[in-house]
């Protein structure tokens, strides 16, 4: 198999894993603007859709696993040539940022917003904020992420 081969496979499997990310990332928070209209409307609906948006963790732990896996193979294949540009450190830095914002405060948000629904409510209303902040943030680092990697500013 000739490198170019393999090297296409890696941004094959880098795009897949961008889409497994990007795509539960804007799902979730379609999933959370419903969940919040609904909870005003009735609470134990609510809590079933949570279930319902609470899995889609799974998915960008998965997306974002290949797009590390085949971030480094891409890396392999380049020689790290990428490694000494400004477009791929900033991006870099991005990545840690996108993933210490799902794992650590996205997810503690949501289980605060699960624990709280499910006992007595309390600081419901600062979650909702919280959550809001997340995904923001998180199209957000998405958004540029993409606009560097594709356009390889200098
Ligand atoms: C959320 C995280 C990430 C997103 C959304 C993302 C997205 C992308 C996209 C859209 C491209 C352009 C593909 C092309 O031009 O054909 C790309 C290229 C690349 N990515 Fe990522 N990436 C991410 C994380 C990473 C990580 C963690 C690494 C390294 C460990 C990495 C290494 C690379 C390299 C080396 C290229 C250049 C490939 C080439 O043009 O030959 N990426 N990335």
């Given at each position: 198999?000739?490198?170019?081969?393999?090297?296409?496979?890696?941004?094959?499997?880098h795009l897949i894993g961008l889409l497994l990310f990007a795509g539960t990332s804007v799902a979730d928070f379609a999933?959370?603007?419903?969940?919040?209209?609904?909870?005003?409307?009735?609470?134990?609906?609510?809590?079933?859709?949570l279930q319902t948006v609470g899995g889609f963790h799974i998915l960008?732990?998965?997306?974002?696993?290949?797009?590390?896996?085949?971030?480094i193979g891409l890396m392999y294949m380049t020689h790290g040539v990428f490694g000494e540009q400004l477009w791929f450190r900033v991006k870099?830095?991005?990545?840690?940022?996108?993933?210490?914002?799902?794992?650590l405060y996205g997810r503690r948000?949501?289980?605060?917003?699960?624990?709280?629904?499910?006992?007595?409510?309390?600081?419901?209303?600062?979650?909702?904020?919280?959550?809001?902040?997340?995904?923001?943030?998180?199209?957000l680092i998405v958004f540029i992420i993409l606009l560097l990697s594709v356009f390889k500013f200098n």
């Open positions: 198999m000739s490198t170019q081969v393999i090297l296409q496979g890696f941004v094959v499997l999933g959370y603007r419903q969940f919040w209209k609904q909870y005003s409307l009735d609470k134990s609906k609510a809590a079933v859709m960008m732990r998965i997306g974002i696993g290949l797009i590390i896996l085949s971030g870099f830095g991005l990545v840690i940022l996108i993933i210490l914002n799902t794992f948000q949501k289980i605060l917003l699960e624990k709280s629904i499910a006992g007595p409510e309390t600081g419901i209303q600062k979650i909702k904020e919280n959550i809001r902040l997340f995904h923001i943030v998180q199209l």
